[in-house]
């Protein structure tokens, strides 16, 4: 019997043994672990020593992320904070003893955290390239969650993420271009920072709800669209073709820096020998890419060796980077008066096609047609094709290139012309005018000037009807209604991320309006109400019937215009002060801090039944300390949120010259510019 007890013993004592013998991945990262650019230790590797995650040079220090480890350049396929500035060598990686993962800089007198996350007991850099942070040996946090520029095998790109371009090979952070998982089930490549036509998309996977709202990368380089749905339909883009036999075979499909789409595959033989396979690309040309070339430049080549030249008479804004696009380097860019008494003359470039309407388009012979251009102060493009003379204005908003199969071209680019519409064809069009959406008045010179606004972020005017008393203004149709239902009513408000990028857009229209335009515009009445979500959920700014051009001698308020906008208008509206375009940034104020909290702007939901100014109840919220309470039960990072709120609250200061303008908004919301405290608000009446 003891014999019995004593081999009984001995054999749990070897299975105790053999248990913490067994490697245990969810603790290969202990707390108070530290990294740093300038020691031995780095980074931290995965098992199989192919991913890493720490510092890596970029520009004239480091920045963090993770990257695929190769011969003789590694692959960055993740990056933190991707944005901020790189960091000195004296910055370290640390995970803190209380389960934070910080980045302390200046001798840790600064701290940042990585990972949003503030309790957690251990941390891994896996062998898919996925690094994560447990708790009790649980994922609380991991980097697939939320992609830079690339997927990995076994990762996803869900609904409403999105992947943004880095700038270049050697520079991570977001650049030109980014493909979004609509929530439509459509994949979408666009240029980030575009004022082309409304289908602005170069790119589209042509998939529905149907097909599903994943895209997924398998690891075995299988590519495809997929749902959580009981019987789902997949629809594949690419599989893996090249033939990796006996070695290690690591996927990922990135957009690239030059707006393309691409599934690579990594060979690696051994530690010294590997190899890099593109599998599929989305586009073969990268002058298909929207964007590609930036404004009034032009595209030419075929493939991957695509060059960008500024027309004649410009120059490149950056010489080292001839993707930035070109200004005119002598004279003015918008038509001031007569071009008689200057020197202009005609220059020819052949074969080169515009993707834009004309403001102007005749039947003439070519000779005329360049003659025609010199006589029109408006014109710096004329393009002759097929016997017929179109006329265009600077500076190009969309994409140019080099073309084989055309004709001719004589000089250089142009605006949209309205059209005008009969009573009958619009009555027509509308059943009978069955849905009235909005009403207003506007005079001519405004039609003229709005008629020439072309951005992304505004909705387009596309023609008028004056038929006696009878007047209309004819837009685009964006067929995903306003802002406001998709705040307030929708069954599902849209996501943090998705909100701050609706925010920006917003912002991105204004500063169109205020500094880009011909003449710059007071909107006049931003709400959520009049602003309109296109298919790709771009927002747009609508209802110009109240906005009003800013000359030197500024506008006079209009309190016709206060029963619309109730809870939106600067406080100058309501005491005949001039108007000027900080009333915009007022309402953009007041936008924001809805856009946050998904809240209107004069029902706040608070604990009691008394209405309060949404404004007000947020700086109470701010000065508490208490910004949580916001979002409802959402969970966002309080950073964030305290950012996002504190710009909301500067431009909602009754002073308009205490308001910042748009373009230090639109820095502010990109986290390129600091943002002080703001002051307490001072009372604001509101209009029943």
């Known amino acids: 019997m003891a014999l019995e007890s004593c081999l009984l013993l001995l054999i749990l004592f070897l299975l105790f043994v ?125 980097s697939f969650d939320f992609p830079t520029d690339t997927i990995l095998g076994g990762q996803s790109l869900t609904w409403s993420q999105e992947l943004v371009s880095s700038v270049s090979s050697s520079n991570h952070s977001s650049g030109r271009f980014f493909l979004w998982m609509q929530t439509d089930g459509n994949l979408v490549a666009y240029p980030r920072n575009s004022a082309a036509l409304p289908n602005d998309a170069y790119w589209g996977s042509n998939t529905d709800n149907n097909v599903g709202s994943n895209l997924s990368l398998n690891h075995q380089g299988h590519l495809f669209m997929n749902s959580n749905k009981s ?67 032009y595209c030419s080549g075929t493939g991957t060796n695509c060059e960008c030249s500024c027309y004649p008479g410009f120059v490149f804004n950056d010489p080292n980077e001839k993707f930035s696009g070109c200004y005119r380097n002598a004279g003015e860019s918008f038509c001031a008066g007569s071009k008689e008494g200057r020197k202009y003359h005609v220059t020819r470039i052949e074969n080169l096609l515009f993707e834009r309407n004309p403001y102007s388009a005749q039947e003439l012979e070519e000779e005329k047609c360049g003659l025609s251009c010199l006589e029109d102060c408006h014109c710096d493009v004329a393009l002759y094709m097929n016997a017929k003379c179109e006329k265009y204005t600077f500076p190009i908003r969309d994409r140019a290139f080099l073309y084989e199969k055309l004709s001719e071209i004589i000089s250089l680019t142009g605006e949209f012309t309205l059209q005008s519409f009969s009573y009958g064809e619009l009555e027509k069009a509308t059943d009978g005018f069955r849905e009235e959406l909005a009403g207003g008045s506007i005079g001519a010179a405004e039609i003229t000037i709005i008629g020439q606004t072309y951005h992304r972020n505004l909705v387009r005017l596309l023609g008028f009807c004056f038929d006696h008393s009878r007047r209309f203004l004819v837009y685009e149709y964006l067929k995903n209604g306003t802002l406001a239902d998709l705040l307030f009513t929708a069954e599902r408000r849209p996501v943090w991320k998705e909100r701050m990028r609706i925010a920006l857009d917003i912002a991105r229209g204004i500063l169109y309006l205020h500094e880009e335009c011909v003449a710059c515009i007071i909107h006049g009445n931003i709400t959520p109400q009049n602003i309109l979500m296109d298919d790709s959920w771009i927002a747009k700014i609508s209802d110009f019937g109240l906005s009003k051009l800013l000359y030197p001698d500024k506008v006079r308020s209009s309190m016709a215009l206060l029963s619309h906008s109730r809870g939106h208008l600067a406080p100058e509206w309501q005491n005949d002060a001039l108007i000027s375009i900080k009333a915009d940034i007022y309402s953009f104020g007041v936008v924001l801090l809805e856009i946050i909290c998904c809240r209107s702007s004069i029902k706040a939901d608070v604990s009691t039944e008394d209405e309060m100014i949404l404004s007000r109840w947020t700086y109470q919220c701010f000065v508490a300390g208490q910004l949580d309470i916001l979002l409802k039960d959402e969970h966002i990072e309080y950073e964030s949120l305290e950012r996002m709120v504190k710009i909301g609250l500067w431009c909602v200061q009754s002073d308009p010259a205490s308001r910042p303008s748009i373009k230090n908004v639109i820095l502010m919301l990109e986290g390129s510019e600091e943002i002080p405290n703001p002051p307490s608000l001072a009372p604001v009446l509101t209009t029943p």
């Open 231 to 297: 019987e789902p339909q997949v629809h594949s883009f690419a599989s893996s073709s090249y033939s990796c036999e006996n070695s290690t075979t690591i996927f990922r499909a990135t957009l690239d820096a030059d707006g393309i789409f691409r599934l690579y595959s990594h060979c690696f033989e051994s530690k010294t020998s590997w190899s890099v396979h593109v599998e599929w690309s989305a586009l073969n040309n990268q002058c298909d890419v929207h964007g590609f070339c930036d404004f009034n430049s």
């Open 18 to 142: 053999e248990t913490r013998t067994q490697p245990n991945q969810c603790d290969e990262i202990h707390l108070d672990s530290q990294l740093s650019p300038t020691s031995n230790l780095l980074s931290w590797l995965s098992p199989s020593g192919h991913f890493a995650f720490g510092f890596y040079p970029q520009g004239n220090g480091f920045a963090i992320g993770i990257w695929l480890i190769g011969q003789p350049d590694n692959t960055v396929v993740w990056t933190a904070n991707r944005d901020d500035p790189p960091v000195s060598s004296d910055a370290t990686i640390q995970f803190s003893e209380e389960g934070k993962l910080l980045l302390r800089t200046g001798q840790g007198r600064y701290e940042k955290l990585i990972a949003n996350v503030s309790v957690s007991d251990s941390a891994s850099m896996l062998d898919s390239g996925n690094f994560v942070l447990y708790s009790s040996c649980s994922i609380i946090w991991q």
